[in-house]
């Protein structure tokens, strides 16, 4: 199993992004997703994250800016990223609780990072 990030990138303060995180591999469901982000310096952070249900749950630093979603026929967690600030820089890196067969428990897997910066 892998997890694909793209759509990081360069942008001003104010504006908007959007990060995808495909899963490929032998799956059989994926369970919960999430988007984490590790600034330099710092820990890494859930900034959001979704279940197959589509409930979904967010840091109170993005709340209201950030939405996460996710299309299960095509194995893939999004993260909309609007009115973006100079601290969400950071790298951001999706993770998935996974199961490979309808009898394995859930392994959870991370996509390589991909580096969101804000300029003023």
């Known amino acids: 199993v892998q997890l694909q990030a793209s759509g990081g990138g360069l942008v001003q303060a104010g504006g908007s992004l959007r990060l995808s995180c495909a899963a490929s591999?032998?799956?059989?469901?994926?369970?919960?997703m999430a988007w984490c982000r590790q600034a330099p310096g710092k820990q890494r952070e859930v900034v959001a994250d979704?279940?197959?249900?589509?409930?979904?749950n967010y840091a109170d630093s993005v709340k209201g800016r950030f939405t996460i979603s996710r299309d299960d026929a095509k194995n893939t967690v999004y993260l909309q990223m609007n009115s973006l600030k100079l601290e969400d820089t950071a790298v951001y890196y999706c993770?998935?609780?996974?199961?490979?067969?309808?009898?394995?428990?859930?392994?959870?897997?991370w996509g390589q990072g991909t580096q969101v910066t804000v300029s003023s």
């Open positions: 979704i279940t197959r249900r589509g409930s979904t």
């Open positions: 591999g032998s799956i059989f469901i994926i369970d919960d």
């Open positions: 993770n998935a609780a996974i199961r490979t067969t309808r009898w394995s428990s859930r392994a959870y897997y």
